[in-house]
């Protein structure tokens, strides 16, 4: 079992659209939680760290479940430019910064 | 302030070659990150380093050495190249801990092909 696991997707929604990803991670001792975007043949850029109270920003929204060791991401009003791979990112062990990438979940938004 | 840059863009090795690819932050970064993308398996750490002068493996480090002797730039060597290492490398950095942040800051990748 890989140690994160994302749906591959992709999924493909309406301009406008409300759309939610799910993040399993393995490792009950998981310290970090983060999303990551990634658009076609460029770099990573961190989107969210996600806390243990839930946080938001703009239409973006992660939370965390560790009982069930699960992190989710909603987009509300889905717009074209959020078209992009969706990266669930887990720092595993405490004391040391060595992150653990799912593969990525990927969404069209379409016009 | 360029943040990560990486040379080269792209190349073309054949197997057996050998190649370094240069990662520079002027973010004054202490932890600096080799990981390799390929399709359907996500970014997979090779070597990190947590400052100027160390080195460790992360989850595929075979093929591959690093060397951190300033704390600007993070080299990684392919000392002879096989076709398995064709992949989409990044390198990334990231601020000191007491900075309680993780962001990691990526630079615009390396496209490697082996023949």
């Known amino acids: 079992r890989k140690e994160v696991e994302q749906d591959p997707g992709p999924f493909n929604v309406p301009e406008g659209a409300t759309v939610a990803f799910n993040c399993t991670y393995s490792?009950?001792?998981?310290?970090?939680f983060f999303w990551y975007r990634q658009d076609c043949r460029k770099e990573p850029k961190l989107l969210m760290s996600v806390y243990s109270s839930g946080n938001e920003d703009g239409r973006f929204t992660a939370q965390l479940n560790r009982a069930s060791q699960y992190i989710s991401l909603l987009i509300r009003d889905s717009k074209l430019s959020d078209s992009a791979t969706y990266l669930c990112?887990?720092?595993?062990?405490?004391?040391?910064?060595?992150?653990?990438f799912g593969t990525g979940t990927r969404l069209k938004v379409l016009a | 302030n360029a943040g990560v840059t990486q040379t080269p863009k792209f190349r073309v090795l054949k197997t057996g070659q050998s190649m370094t690819l240069l990662c520079a932050q002027d973010?004054?970064?202490?932890?600096m990150y080799w990981y390799r993308q390929d399709p359907g398996m996500g970014l997979r750490l090779i070597h990190y380093s947590v400052g100027e002068g160390t080195t460790a493996k992360g989850e595929v480090p075979d093929g591959y050495n690093v060397s951190r002797l300033k704390k600007q730039n993070f080299l990684l060597g392919l000392e002879s190249a096989a076709p398995s290492q064709t992949s989409v490398y990044f390198c990334?950095?990231?601020?000191?801990?007491?900075?309680?942040?993780?962001?990691?800051?990526f630079g615009p990748g390396t496209r490697l092909l082996v023949l």
């Open positions: 990112v887990v720092r595993s062990t405490s004391g040391t910064y060595k992150y653990i």
């Open positions: 490792n009950s001792a998981s310290q970090s």
């Open positions: 973010m004054n970064h202490e932890y």
């Open positions: 990334a950095s990231k601020p000191p801990t007491n900075y309680n942040r993780e962001t990691q800051y």
